[in-house]
């Protein structure tokens, strides 16, 4: 019976097992090609799925104003969906005081996501356009998965831009197990990506706050992670790339955290001109390796210049 009810809940989902096609066309010979890091091949969406489906944890990676990003994690969703996993979604999106908001909105019994961002308020959280988020959402609330906050509470921040995770209460220090001090090998290993995320930007001052920003969220990522699968049946995070990092990040603070169970790290690069080997994007991550278990490329989003609207911004 329940299979019964599976399989309808999929069929009007329209779920088949291959993505939907791509709306923006590209011509370079990555776009929508899945790499294997470890073993050097390319995939299909089905093997992927299936590869998956087998992990604990499966942490997705996109660039926030990338819409194919989020056809590709309501996808995996639903591709997950179809192997009978229900895990929990857990959205860095989503920060530990909008928690309240998705509990009550969760309270009526709810096949959908419509009017949760209303609940979240999320015109006012800053993240790209709900339109965006909504598929994944939408996802997972058709299956019935449990949806958590990922992120840290959002009214810490401005003391933690000043004071690093001291600004974090003792109980707070103590969940994510932060130790006293950043040891020197974390901030050699955290410190490049901020840099250069920020174009160079950010004055000294800022750099060892927001090390200590970016630690403390991937360590609150893996905690409701590892909250989320206790009572389900494991946990799909979605986030920014630099989150999914398999030898930092998410990955290694559920290591860190001693939390067990297999993660399947998917990142979504975007293309670049000229360059065509999959294994030459590991540069970007300054790694000898990609660092993620598998990679979907994608055409890149229309943008403007992400670095001329960080000048000045941080003065
Ligand atoms: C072009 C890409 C990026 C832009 C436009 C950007 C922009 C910003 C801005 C404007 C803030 C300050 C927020 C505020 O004052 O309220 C910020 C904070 C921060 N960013 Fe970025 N950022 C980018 C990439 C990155 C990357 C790649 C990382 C990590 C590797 C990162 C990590 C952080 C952290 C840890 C903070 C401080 C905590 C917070 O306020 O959330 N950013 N970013």
Redesign the pocket.
């Known amino acids: 019976m329940r299979r019964l009810v599976w399989a309808a809940l999929l069929f009007l989902a329209g779920c088949t097992s291959s993505p939907p096609p791509p709306s923006a066309a590209s011509s370079h010979p990555l776009t929508e090609r899945i790499w294997l890091v470890a073993e050097q091949r390319f995939v299909t969406p089905d093997e992927l799925a299936r590869r998956m489906a087998k992990a604990r944890f499966v942490l997705l990676g996109e660039a926030h104003d990338n819409p194919r990003h989020h056809e590709i994690e309501a996808w995996a969703v639903t591709a997950l969906a179809t192997t009978n996993r229900r895990p929990a979604l857990v959205a860095e999106m989503i920060a530990a005081d909008q928690a309240p908001g998705l509990e009550l909105f969760f309270k009526e019994p709810r096949r959908s996501a419509d009017g949760l961002d209303l609940f979240l308020k999320w015109n006012e959280s800053?993240w790209p356009a709900w339109s965006l988020y909504q598929p994944v959402f939408e996802a997972a609330a058709r299956f019935g998965w449990p949806i958590r906050a990922g992120n840290?509470d959002?009214t810490r921040?401005?003391a933690?831009?000043r004071d690093g995770w001291a600004a974090l209460p003792s109980e707070e220090r103590q969940r994510l197990a932060l130790p006293e001090a950043l040891d020197d090998a974390d901030m050699q290993r955290?410190a490049p990506?901020?840099i250069?995320?920020?174009?160079g930007h950010?004055p000294e001052r800022?750099l060892s706050?927001?090390?200590?920003?970016?630690y403390a969220?991937d360590a609150a990522l893996a905690r409701a992670l590892a909250d989320g699968a206790a009572d389900a049946d494991g946990a799909v995070l979605i986030a920014?790339s630099?989150?999914v990092r398999l030898t930092s990040a998410a990955p290694a603070q559920l290591t860190r955290l001693g939390i067990p169970g297999a993660v399947f790290s998917l990142a979504m690069a975007e293309v670049k001109p000229g360059q065509d080997d999959p294994q030459a994007y590991a540069a970007d991550f300054d790694s000898p390796t990609l660092p993620f278990t598998a990679v979907w490329f994608t055409a890149g989003a229309p943008r403007g210049d992400?670095?001329a609207?960080?000048k000045g911004?941080?003065k």
């Open positions: 800053g840290l959002r921040l401005p933690m831009h955290l990506a901020i250069a995320g920020h174009c950010l800022l706050p927001f090390v200590e920003i970016q969220r920014g630099e989150h992400p670095c609207a960080l911004k941080f």
